[in-house]
């Protein structure tokens, strides 16, 4: 039970600072700078976290768990895909990453049509 603390901890401090970072890009438009900023720190963040405490329990659910969920869950997308690679499983890397962007993104046309039909 107590790391499902450690994980509503963090993710209250991850939606914060993610949170923190669209109010510094407020006055900018067109490109998303907001969401890929979060996305390449909290990639780099979750590497440095793993390496350092990733096989703590308390800390892994505290840091990548609970602080980069709440930040952004592409930390964790890169670093499954970083996982695959290290074991040399280039298939499954290659498979992960197509199904989760395109369909992905198809499921994002989805649910657009389907909230437009709702309205």
């Not at 039970?1 to 993610?18: C, K, T, W």
């Not at 649910?111 to 709702?118: A, E, M, R, V």
């Amino acid at each position: 039970m107590s790391n499902l603390l450690y994980v509503f901890l963090g993710g209250g401090i991850g939606a914060g600072l993610r949170y923190l970072v669209s109010l510094m890009y407020s006055s900018t438009s067109g490109f998303p700078w907001a969401t890929i900023t979060v996305n390449l720190v909290g990639c780099f963040a979750i590497g440095v976290f793993w390496q350092i405490a990733g096989r703590t329990e308390w800390i892994q659910s505290l840091l990548i768990i609970g602080v980069l969920g709440g930040f952004t869950t592409f930390s964790s997308f890169g670093l499954d895909g970083y996982k695959l690679l290290q074991q040399g499983a280039f298939t499954q890397f290659a498979s992960y990453v197509l199904i989760s962007n395109i369909v992905g993104l198809f499921l994002v046309y989805l649910g657009t049509q389907l909230g437009s039909s709702i309205q």
